[in-house]
T-cell receptor
C-alpha cells in the first residue's frame, strides 16, 4: 500500500469531455503535487499545494484546473484536452516544512494513465 | 537552476550481471538532497535512497549500492547480480534542502529503463 491513492488508474476521454483525476493521501502530509510524465521526458511539475494553498503553477494550460479541498485530497479537473496531453499523471505528497530541511522523500501514487482521443 | 542528467536511456543486461546507472546533477545550492526512485510497470515511483550533500559516504543495501561523488557531481547507482524483478525505469532526482512556503521542489532526470533478461 502506497499511502497515496490515485483514481482512476486509466482514463480515455475525447477532446470535448470533462473529467477529474483524484488523489488521496493517508500519510498526514500537508504538501501535495501533480506531475505529468510523458515518454522520454523528465517528470514535469504542474502544481503544488502547501497547506491547501496553491503555491506553484508551472505555466500549465488552463484546461487543467487543480483543486485541494483539504490536506488529504487533491483533484485535477480536465476539460477540452489536446492529444499531446496524453500522459501518466502522478500525484505526490510530502510533509510541510516551515523550518528545517526536506529530509524526507516525496511519496507517489500509481498514477492515472490518460489517453486523449 | 537545477538539472539532473541520466545519459543512459535504456540498458539491457543478462540476469546476474552487475549494472551501473549514471546520474550527474547541477545545482548552485550548497545543501541539497539526492534521491533514486524505481518505477515498475505499475507506475508508482518507489523511493530507494536519499543522500544529503554533506554525506559522501557510499551506501550499500543488499544488492544495491550508491556512489556519491561531490567532486564530479555524480550519484551513480549499481545493482549487483541483477534479477528480472529489477526491470523498471530508474529516476535520479535532486531536491532543494528547504524553501519558503514549506514545500519541496524536486528536479528529476529523464530516467533509465533497465531490462534484465533471464
Amino acid at each position: 500500500e502506497t499511502g497515496v491513492t490515485q483514481t482512476p488508474r486509466h482514463l480515455v476521454m475525447g477532446m470535448t469531455n470533462k473529467k477529474s483525476l483524484k488523489c488521496e493521501q493517508h500519510l498526514g502530509h500537508n504538501a501535495m503535487y501533480w506531475y505529468k510524465q510523458s515518454a522520454k521526458k523528465p517528470l514535469e511539475l504542474m502544481f503544488v499545494y502547501s497547506l491547501e494553498e496553491r503555491v506553484e503553477n508551472n505555466s500549465v494550460p488552463s484546461r487543467f484546473s487543480p483543486e485541494c479541498p483539504n490536506s488529504s485530497h487533491l483533484f485535477l479537473h480536465l476539460h477540452t484536452l489536446q492529444p499531446e496531453d496524453s500522459a501518466l499523471y502522478l500525484c505526490a505528497s510530502s510533509p510541510h516544512r516551515d523550518r528545517g530541511f526536506f529530509n524526507q522523500p516525496q511519496h507517489f501514487g500509481d498514477g492515472t494513465r490518460l489517453s486523449i482521443l | 537552476a537545477q538539472k539532473v542528467t541520466q545519459a543512459q536511456t535504456e540498458i539491457s543486461v543478462v540476469e546476474k550481471e552487475d549494472v551501473t546507472l549514471d546520474c550527474v546533477y547541477e545545482t548552485r545550492d550548497t545543501t541539497y538532497y539526492l534521491f533514486w526512485y524505481k518505477q515498475p510497470p505499475s507506475g508508482e515511483l518507489v523511493f530507494l535512497i536519499r543522500r544529503n550533500s554533506f554525506d559522501e559516504q557510499n551506501e550499500i543495501s543488499g544488492r544495491y549500492s550508491w556512489n556519491f561523488q561531490k567532486s564530479t557531481s555524480s550519484f551513480n547507482f549499481t545493482i549487483t547480480a541483477s534479477q528480472v524483478v529489477d526491470s523498471a525505469v530508474y529516476f535520479c532526482a535532486l531536491s532543494e534542502a528547504h524553501r519558503a512556503g514549506g514545500y519541496q521542489k524536486v528536479t528529476f532526470g529523464t530516467g533509465t529503463k533497465l531490462q534484465v533478461i533471464p
